[in-house]
Nanobody
């Protein structure tokens, strides 16, 4: 069964850091590109960061470049999102996604999604 389970969200002050984790079932993880998306209240879901299945290439939304870093541990079948210098506008539910192609430096149509983890950044 395909599963993506996010964790690590919480409440943090502006300027702080959080690390999100996405634990994937081995079948989900092996050979799949992985990504993080987020959805703020009342807004559409948006791309945050992606990493190829080899880990050789990473992609970021302009709004998080230089502050967030995506990585993966294929042995642990986990993908991470290190978030530094957090801003109130980073407040959202963060979703892990898998199985997609990269087009114009963004994931296209991820097939698998997690249920999300809430990140709240206070000012």
């Amino acid at each position: 069964q395909v599963q993506l389970v996010e964790s690590g969200g919480g409440l943090v002050q502006a300027g702080g850091s959080l690390r999100l984790s996405c634990a994937a079932s081995p079948r989900t993880f092996k050979g799949f590109n992985m990504a993080w998306f987020r959805q703020a209240l009342g807004k559409e879901r948006e791309f945050v960061a992606a990493i190829t299945w080899t880990g050789d290439s990473t992609y970021y939304a302009d709004s998080v470049k230089g502050r967030f870093a995506i990585s993966r541990d294929n042995a642990e079948t986990t993908v991470y999102l290190q978030m530094n210098s957090l801003k109130p506008e980073d407040t959202a539910v963060y979703y892990c996604a898998a199985d997609f192609t990269i087009y114009a430096s963004k994931p296209r149509a991820p097939y698998y999604w997690g249920h999300g983890t809430q990140v709240t950044v206070s000012s």
